[in-house]
């Protein structure tokens, strides 16, 4: 079954909300990433990369830069 795309924005937006409620925007992102590396299935990951890259809205700033991170690093 294929994670909703929706729904994964969602979750990494969850993700960025409590990071940013602990710290700078710039560490947030890194924190998001690392979370996000750390945790998600690599289906989840590529997913979220594949709707990054094809335009997808609804994500928080600091968070579209953590996934923009994500999407250029190796695999």
């Given amino acids: ?6 729904i994964l924005i ?9 990071f940013i409620g602990e710290t ?3 560490e ?9 590396r750390r945790y998600w299935d ?3 990951r590529a997913q979220i990369v594949k709707q990054y890259q094809a335009g ?5 700033d600091h968070v ?5 991170l994500l999407a250029r690093s190796k695999p």
């Fill in 10 to 18: 969602r979750m990494a937006n969850d993700i960025g909300a409590f």
């Fill in 28 to 36: 947030a992102t890194k924190s998001v990433l690392n979370h996000i």
């Fill in 24 to 26: 700078s925007p710039e």
């Fill in 56 to 60: 997808a809205t609804g994500f928080d």
């Fill in 1 to 6: 079954m294929k994670p909703n795309p929706d």
């Fill in 42 to 44: 690599p289906r989840m």
């Fill in 64 to 68: 579209r830069a953590a996934i923009e």
